[in-house]
């Protein structure tokens, strides 16, 4: 549903229920620390970044007609097929293995932790690094708003110069978010 | 008085700036001035020099000027360094002496030239290239005059330049030098690799320790010598360039062509003859290359019409006389005759330029005649220079010089009977043609009227020239005439003594053998030439197509053309596209092809991209399920 | 036959063709974006998936990475879709064609 909704409003919405039911499997699945970071990070902190964003770019009903005229038949059907034929090998490959049945044992955030800060120290200070690249990146990219900087820029800024200056504070909120997360 | 010796070349070059910058403005006699009177100086120093070293021997037979370090890099160290020994003052008394003759002669023969400057500043540069390469201490600095002298022989063999064919002389003349120059230089680097040093005091005193006799190395070394001098001296395989050189003015004909620059490599190899002593096989090709070129030249000689072509194709002739003498041995005979034949080539060239000009610069010789009873003193230089050329007995300095050649090359410890009859083969021949030369020339009827009498200051040098051409042989007699030997004893300070052959005949069979023959050779000249000149010859066809190869010299230019030009023509034709740039513009072109290819699918599209990405992993999965 | 562990996978398949599909069909480049969290979504729930097959905290730690990594590429992917609405007035990702050769 989310894929083919013509207004983002309603694609994020449908977003956020994926993202809920994702949480869920992954609760059945005997890892609760995982789902509630679902569930926070995904279902609240990226779903409302979107939200900002379009709200920010005023999509609205005529974004959902230009999208309902991108979207034709002839658009999506190649696609549609090819990812059909990927699906059906993926699912194929599956089914090919080995098929013992599975335990599924509730993996406790103690020994998650214990792990991430174990044997994947290294991979948390590099995600500390990305984290970091990515706040400055959005930054920088945002700063530079308000500044004339391109040629297509030259006709068109002015009235969206106050959005555009609240919103580089988002992303690093978010980021912080996620590292408080964790 | 060695304080002296860099007077000698100063002053040409002196003369040369002078003109060379300032030329255009100057006055004609103010221009003749410089231009002769520089080298009149230098011969007047060279004389000076000369009686000095005559009478009191300097130290070691050499007057040794160091004048500055030209440049010094590791082990090697190349010293402007002026060195005069009995050699070279026989060089340079003959490059300054008859240099200022023929710059005198020059002075009125170009004047109504419109390059007057230019002439006299090329002649001057010449000079000073001459004197460089024959005065020079080392190899490094007589390889910068050689390739001056070969520089200034371009400049003036096309001094004439708007004409296209002396222009493609011009270039001959210099790309066929600059074969043996290339093999000289190679052998300069073979040899400084091989003893150290590149001086040639040096190098004559370390090579009989250095090399063994006949070992590859100096063999290598000295044929690679031997080929410069080749190149230069217009000897057999490379003597091509120096008939087509007399496109030139006829003084510049005189005095490079015919006096000093060809004899360049005379004087390398006699100066050399350390090295070429080491290596008997060397010694042998020089004797039979100058044999070859002695009797071919000579041939050609005999055929020609142009008295320019038959002086240049002589002049190669009696270089072939030198070539043979240095080859069996006899050095002092080579530079006997290297002083004698400049004396009466320059001579006959300076007259033959007085005949062309006044016959309104007529070449051929079957378009003059009867040019005895009207320019008598041309006549009576030009008579004095022929009988020297074609070696007269007792008459002729030519005579004794050639007689002492033709005697070594018989009884010469390398001598050969075989050479001996070539030798004399080339003697009677060289009889012949000169013969034919002077009948045409000066007898019979009048074809061309004459046009002008020459000048005062162009007789002076004629005279003085014919002159020496009589009297020069006679400071040097056979052993069995007279015991006077003032050249020899002169050179041999420098030179080894010729090796004689243990049991000879008699000296005097020899030279009575050689007297008949030459006279043999006027005999049959006259016969043949007087009255009716070069009638015979067109008669029978077979005697015609006989000509036809001798007037193009043996055809050799032909045969170079087949051989070299025409293969050199089809590669470039065929290289016309080059064909090894073809493989890497093809490289090239292959990837832009791909270029334009690929840049089609890197459209911008993002989709389009995903879709490739998709498209590889199901391939991938698909090979997957497939195997 | 038909256990948990293959059933989830199949669910994060199926979730990963759609991101997928998504992907390839919108033009918009919000929508993109929203596609591709779902993929990353997939990966992620693969992930634990296996995490918990294997009874290891390693798929849940690999899941942690995804989603730093999906909070950093959002929050730049967006601002990059603000600035690039701004100068050239569309989200169109067929017009954004500058960087073509």
């Excluded at chain 2, 006699?29 to 009177?37: H, L, S, Y």
Aim: proline share 4%.
């Amino acid at each position: 549903m989310v894929i083919t909704r013509f207004h983002p409003v309603h694609a994020l919405l449908y977003l956020a229920v994926s993202f809920l039911s994702v949480g869920m499997i992954f609760l059945s699945l005997g890892a609760p620390f995982v789902a509630a970071l679902e569930v926070i990070v995904y279902a609240g902190a990226i779903i409302v970044l979107f939200i900002f964003v379009v709200m920010m770019l005023n999509l609205g009903r005529e974004t959902a007609h230009q999208e309902k005229e991108w979207l034709k038949p002839k658009v999506w059907l190649l696609p549609s097929a090819l990812v059909l034929v990927l699906l059906a090998e993926m699912i194929i490959l599956l089914f090919t293995d080995s098929k013992q049945p599975m335990q599924v044992a509730v993996v406790d955030p103690r020994k998650l932790a214990l792990s991430l800060y174990g044997e994947y120290i290294i991979a948390v200070e590099l995600t500390g690094f990305l984290l970091m690249a990515g706040i400055v990146g959005a930054a920088h990219i945002g700063k530079h708003m308000h500044t004339p900087m391109h040629r297509f820029l030259q006709n068109g800024h002015g009235e969206k110069e106050k959005a555009k200056q609240t919103r580089p504070p988002e992303p690093v909120s978010n980021e912080q978010t996620v590292l408080h997360d964790r | 008085m060695h304080q002296l010796l860099p007077y000698i070349p100063a002053f040409p070059i002196l003369g040369f700036l002078v003109l060379s910058l300032f030329g255009r403005k100057l006055s004609k006699p103010v221009i003749a001035t410089i231009g002769a009177g520089t080298v009149c100086l230098s011969a007047l120093i060279t004389i000076i020099l000369g009686f000095s070293f005559l009478q009191t021997e300097p130290p070691g037979g050499v007057y040794d000027q160091l004048l500055w370090s030209w440049f010094s890099v590791g082990n090697l160290s190349v010293d402007i360094d002026l060195r005069v020994d009995a050699l070279t003052l026989v060089f340079i008394f003959i490059i300054t002496f008859v240099g200022a003759l023929i710059h005198i002669y020059s002075a009125f023969f170009m004047w109504h030239d419109g390059d007057y400057a230019r002439f006299f500043a090329s002649m001057n540069l010449f000079v000073c290239s001459m004197l460089l390469l024959v005065m020079a201490d080392n190899l490094v600095l007589m390889y910068l005059g050689w390739e001056g002298v070969g520089l200034c022989s371009y400049l003036l063999i096309g001094f004439w330049y708007e004409v296209p064919s002396n222009c493609r002389a011009a270039n001959k003349a210099f790309l066929i030098t600059r074969i043996g120059d290339t093999a000289l230089l190679i052998g300069l680097f073979l040899l400084f690799k091989e003893v150290g040093t590149l001086n040639i005091s040096g190098i004559l005193h370390q090579a009989p320790d250095q090399f063994a006799t006949g070992s590859s190395n100096i063999v290598l070394i000295t044929i690679l010598l031997l080929a410069g001098g080749m190149g230069k001296s217009a000897q057999l395989p490379l003597q091509t360039w120096l008939p087509d050189a007399m496109a030139g003015p006829s003084p510049v004909s005189a005095l490079i062509h015919a006096a000093t620059m060809v004899t360049a490599g005379v004087y390398l190899i006699a100066r050399m003859h350390v090295l070429f002593q080491l290596s008997p096989v060397t010694m042998v090709i020089i004797a039979i290359i100058g044999a070859l070129t002695l009797f071919v030249a000579g041939c050609s000689a005999l055929a020609q019409t142009d008295i320019k072509r038959i002086l240049a194709y002589s002049t190669i002739s009696q270089i072939g006389y030198m070539f043979l003498a240095l080859g069996v041995g006899a050095w002092s005979a080579a530079i006997f005759h290297f002083f004698t034949h400049a004396f009466f080539k320059a001579l006959l060239f300076l007259a033959a330029g007085v005949v062309i000009e006044a016959l309104h610069h007529e070449h051929n010789i079957f378009m003059m005649g009867g040019l005895r009873k009207r320019m008598p003193v041309v006549f009576i230089t030009f008579l004095a220079g022929a009988a020297a050329l074609s070696a007269l007995p007792l008459v002729s300095a030519g005579f004794f010089s050639k007689d002492a050649i033709l005697w070594y090359s018989f009884s010469a410890a390398n001598g050969n009977p075989l050479l001996w009859l070539m030798a004399l083969a080339g003697a009677f021949i060289t009889a012949l043609y000169t013969t034919r030369l002077m009948l045409v020339v000066f007898w019979g009827e009048t074809r061309t009227p004459v046009h002008r009498q020459p000048g005062q200051g162009m007789v002076i040098p004629l005279v003085v020239l014919a002159f020496l051409s009589v009297t020069a042989g006679f400071i040097e007699w056979p052993h069995n005439m007279l015991h006077l030997t003032l050249f020899s004893a002169h050179v041999q300070k420098v030179l080894p003594e010729t090796l004689l052959k243990t049991t000879l005949p008699s000296e005097s069979l020899f030279q009575l053998i050689a007297a008949l023959v030459t006279l043999a050779g006027v005999f049959l000249g006259y016969i043949l030439y007087y009255g009716k000149p070069g009638i015979r010859w067109q008669q029978s066809p077979a005697l015609a197509g006989i000509r036809e190869f001798l007037f193009g010299g043996w055809k050799f230019d032909q045969l170079y053309n087949f051989l070299f030009v025409k293969p050199f023509v089809f590669i470039t034709r065929i290289n016309k596209s080059d064909v090894i740039d073809k493989m890497y513009n093809g490289i090239a072109q292959a990837g832009l092809r791909l270029n334009s290819w690929f840049s089609v699918s890197q459209n911008g599209s993002l989709r389009l991209y995903i879709v490739g990405v998709l498209a590889g992993i199901l391939f991938i999965i698909t090979l997957q399920l497939l195997l | 036959m038909i256990d948990s562990a293959h059933m989830v996978l199949m669910v994060a398949t199926v979730l990963f063709a759609l991101g997928l599909v998504g992907v390839l069909t919108r033009k918009n480049v919000v929508f993109m974006l929203i596609s591709v969290e779902i993929m990353l979504n997939a990966a992620g729930l693969a992930f634990v998936a296996a995490g918990s097959k294997w009874q290891q905290p390693d798929g849940q730690v690999m899941f942690l990475f995804i989603l730093a990594m999906a909070a950093a590429e959002v929050s730049i992917g967006l601002a990059l879709v603000l600035q690039i609405y701004h100068q050239h007035k569309t989200l169109d990702v067929d017009r954004l064609k500058e960087l073509r050769d």
